[in-house]
């Protein structure tokens, strides 16, 4: 009678170990994402200081896409910030009104799967949007040189991949990176137990590591020792493996969202008064 216990247990256990790995591969939406797909309020930004219009442009596979764009003020650059697996551009526009005030230009572009636009979240589709972003920026006469990309959580990788791939030729002024990861892999292998094969069930692995090698513009990298998200070992895997010039800055007692609370803007300011002049 035990024995035939035993076995059942054991029968529920791996169907459930199956059927989670299976759901993992095939449904990563529900693991990875969480997004707000509600249209954020342009007006509200506006009417707490976030100047800014709304502009429309599209992905490179005719996906409709729009942003919150804050001109620039003369002889400043744009600071074109991605977030990251959750909300939309509407719960981020605090954060980026310090750089509006010292006369940066802003651009918040949106993804689908989030902020009311339609489509499939994935990887290559999200990297897709944010170099969209770009093309928009450089359609209106901005020069890669002329932005600062920074990146949040997962928008780490919409941001080092954009500057991986449009900045060969043209480089942008630099690059900020706030709670990143050096891999959503190594995250998930942190964070959760080693019984899984994440390796073979995780499809899209945002690698930024492989990436980060071969950008020579100068980085910034914030990390959160308390974080319970991004472990913070994984800000500075990919610190330590960037290239020169970069600086780290790992925030005592921060969690994954709140750098802000620690006014992480005035480290990001000082540091581009020495960095953001690139050409």
């Known amino acids: 009678m035990l024995n035939k216990y035993l076995r059942r247990s054991g029968e529920i256990a791996l169907l459930c170990y199956l059927l989670f ?15 707000d797909t509600s249209k954020p309020d342009l007006a509200q930004a506006q009417s707490d200081g976030f100047r800014a219009e709304e502009v429309t442009y599209t992905s490179s596979d005719g996906t409709k896409l729009y942003g919150w764009f804050v001109k620039p003020q003369t002889e400043h650059k744009i600071v074109v910030y991605f977030h990251g697996n959750s909300h939309n551009i509407g719960a981020f526009y605090n954060k980026l009104i310090p750089f ?15 902020g009311g636009i339609a489509g499939k979240l994935s990887e290559a589709n999200l990297a ?15 020069k890669n ?17 954009t500057v991986y791939e449009k900045g060969k030729q043209d480089k942008f002024a630099s690059l900020v990176l706030e709670v990143p990861f050096d891999s959503v892999i190594n995250v998930v292998k942190q964070r959760f137990w080693p019984v ?16 980060i090698k071969d950008i020579d513009i100068p980085v910034l ?37 709140d750098l802000y609370d620690y006014k992480n803007y005035q480290d990001i300011l000082q540091w581009l008064d020495k960095n953001e002049k690139a050409e």
């Open 21 to 35: 790995c299976c759901s993992v591969y095939f449904l990563p939406q529900y693991y990875f994402y969480a997004p």
């Open 128 to 142: 897709a949007d944010a170099v969209a972003a770009i093309d928009y920026l450089n359609s209106q006469g901005y």
């Open 100 to 114: 509006i005030d010292k006369g940066y230009g802003v651009f918040i572009g949106e993804y689908r799967g989030f």
């Open 196 to 211: 899984f094969p994440f390796d073979l069930i995780v499809k899209d692995r945002y690698e930024n590591l492989v990436k």
């Open 145 to 161: 040189s002329d932005m600062i990309i920074y990146g949040m959580s997962l928008g780490s990788y919409t941001a080092v991949n």
């Open 221 to 257: 990298i914030m990390g959160a020792d308390k974080d319970k998200v991004v472990p913070v070992a994984r800000a500075k895997a990919l610190y330590n493996n960037a290239s020169e010039p970069k600086k780290l800055i790992i925030y005592g007692g921060a969690g994954h969202s």
